[in-house]
């Protein structure tokens, strides 16, 4: 999954932008915003998310050595890039495989209590204060959470109050990788002095090496199916993973073209174009409540953006 930001003019607004650069990064958030359709496609076919996540990030490895072979060299140089090999492995391993096994709008929006997770770890690792703005979004946030979470049959008659909490596999799975893709973005930040294509590779060997260390623990202990016959996914593994490098191409080019608090706000798109394919392909539907908690959780995070 692509991390925010990148080089750019301060201030502005997206009608002050380049339209390509406005349209490469809303490529990019379409192409995750749709991932889950090709993903589950490719689970049909025998090939379960986790192991789609390790062929197409291997076939991003190849590419990376292929055109930059230093890169290899600065990474293995930076032991502290091995921390966002592990962040950005978790993220891609969790999302992935969470949008294909439930409800798809809500693990996204899950994904996007980045706000929360990043005013913490910014605090910790970073050393940035807890400002007031800071505390509003984490507030929008976590009551957009609740508000998603919340039972919709709460426990009648038991006395029992029904916390809101994740209650399947795929809703945990989207927490831990929005709290996963929220320390990315924070270690790319500290990293910011590390070459480009090393953190790129960093990225894209973690995306590979977690998402493979999960699947064969998880198959050998038989509770996700090892990889069926090539023949019937190996294409459509090579035309995600062209799609994934054509959308990290869209956004390279409008990150370096476009402040980075409005790529913030451009890539929120993302919820959008999972929400409609999502509601439109029988994935999902949108409840009043869950509208509600995506109007809170969205709020925080063009909130941060806009910080």
Do not use: K
């Not at 090939?47 to 991003?60: D, E, N, R, S």
């Not at 996914?233 to 409008?254: D, E, K, M």
């Not at 798109?269 to 409840?287: K, P, R, W, Y």
């Amino acid at each position: 999954m692509a991390a925010e930001g990148g080089p750019g003019r301060p201030g502005g607004s997206v009608a002050g932008h380049p339209p390509l650069a406005i349209a490469g990064l809303l490529f990019n958030a379409f192409a995750w915003g749709v991932s889950w359709w090709p993903f589950r496609e490719l689970g049909e076919r025998g090939l379960h998310a986790l192991w789609a996540t390790v062929f197409v990030y291997v076939l991003g490895v190849v590419v990376i050595t292929v055109a930059r072979p230093q890169a290899w060299g600065q990474l293995l140089r930076a032991p502290a890039l091995w921390w966002l090999v592990l962040a950005s492995g978790a993220t891609n391993a969790t999302f992935n495989w969470g949008v294909t096994i439930g409800d798809v709008v809500r693990v996204v929006l899950l994904f996007y209590l980045m706000p929360v997770w990043a005013v913490l770890l910014a605090r910790v690792l970073l050393g940035e204060p807890l400002t007031r703005p800071a505390l509003l979004r984490l507030a929008l946030a976590l009551a957009g959470a609740a508000v998603v979470l919340w039972p919709a049959q709460p426990n009648a008659g038991d006395g029992a109050f029904a916390w809101p909490v994740p209650a399947t596999l795929a809703e945990w799975l989207g927490l831990a990788g929005g709290l996963a893709f929220a320390l990315t973005n924070v270690l790319l930040r500290r990293e910011a002095e590390q070459p480009e294509m090393a953190r790129a590779l960093a990225m894209f060997v973690g995306g590979a090496v977690v998402a493979g260390v999960v699947a064969l623990a998880l198959a050998s202990a038989s509770h996700v199916p090892w990889p069926g016959p090539a023949p019937a996914w190996g294409l459509g593994v090579a035309l995600l993973a062209l799609w994934f490098l054509a959308s990290n191409l869209t956004l390279q080019y409008g990150a370096a073209r476009v402040p980075a608090n409005i790529t913030a706000v451009v890539m929120v798109s993302e919820v959008l174009f999972a929400s409609l394919s999502a509601v439109l392909l029988g994935a999902s539907a949108i409840t009043p409540t869950l509208a509600i908690g995506a109007c809170l959780i969205v709020g925080a995070s063009l909130l941060a953006a806009r910080a």
